[in-house]
C-alpha cells in the first residue's frame, strides 16, 4: 500500500509540473489514463474477493462466540470448584480472540473493513464433569470444518494469499482438535476417581496463555 502510495504522489506531481510549466492539455490527458490503467488497475487487483471478505468476516464472528462459549465453561468448572479446569477454558477463551483479532488484521490490512455482528448467546448447559469437555471437542470439530469452508472459498477464487493465512489455521485447529481429544481421554479414563480428578485438575491449573505466533 506503501508503494502504491508513494507512486501515485509521484504521478501527480508530475501532473502538476507538465500542468504548470504549459504542456498540452492533451498531454495531461495521457497521464491521467496512465494512472487510471497502472495504479488503479494495481489497486483493483490487490481488493480482497468479495466471498473472501464476507466468509472471515463470519469466521471472526465464530471465534468470538468460541471465546463466549469457553467462558461459559469456565465458569462452571469455577462452580465445581475445579478452578483448573476453569483455567484450561480461560486460557482457551484467550486463544480464540487471538484467532479473531488475526482475522480482522489481515481483513483490514487488505482493505476490507469486517463488520462486527451480534455474537450468539451460549445455551448449553451442564451436570458432569466431562460434559463441557465433550462440548468443546465438539465444538473445535465444527470451528475446523469452518476453517475448511474459508479454504474452499479463498482457493476458489485463485486468492493464494489468504490461502497461506489458512494454512496456519488449518494446522492451528489439528492442535486444537488434538488437544481437546486427549483432554477427553483423559477424563474419561481417570476422572471417575476424586484423586486423579484433583491430579488433572492441578494439571490444568498450570497451563498459561501464549500469543500465537503467524508464520507470515
Known sequence: IKIVTIFIIKILCNLFKRLTT?????????????????????????????????ILTQQINKEFYSAYLYLTFAD????????????????????ELAHARILRRYLLDNDWT???????KPDLTFSKVVEPIKAAYEHEQFITAS??????????????????????????????????????KAVELF???????????????????????MPM
Open 22 to 54: 504549459g504542456y498540452q492539455k492533451g498531454e495531461a490527458k495521457e497521464l491521467l489514463i496512465f494512472y487510471e490503467k497502472k495504479v488503479m488497475r494495481k489497486e483493483k487487483n490487490m481488493a480482497l474477493d468479495t466471498n473472501v471478505g464476507n
Open 76 to 95: 462452571f468448572y469455577e462452580e465445581q470448584g475445579l478452578k483448573g479446569f476453569a483455567n484450561w477454558y480461560v486460557i482457551q477463551s484467550q486463544e
Open 114 to 120: 469486517p463488520t462486527m455482528e451480534a455474537i450468539a
Open 147 to 184: 476453517i475448511n469452508e474459508c479454504y474452499a472459498v479463498a482457493q476458489k477464487a485463485n486468492d493464494f494469499r489468504t490461502m497461506q493465512l489458512l494454512d496456519w489455521y488449518v494446522k492451528e485447529q489439528g492442535e486444537e482438535e488434538a488437544n481437546a481429544s486427549d483432554l477427553l
Open 191 to 213: 476422572g471417575g476417581d476424586p484423586k486423579n480428578l484433583y491430579d488433572l485438575d492441578r494439571e490444568n491449573a498450570a497451563r498459561v496463555f501464549v500469543a500465537p505466533t
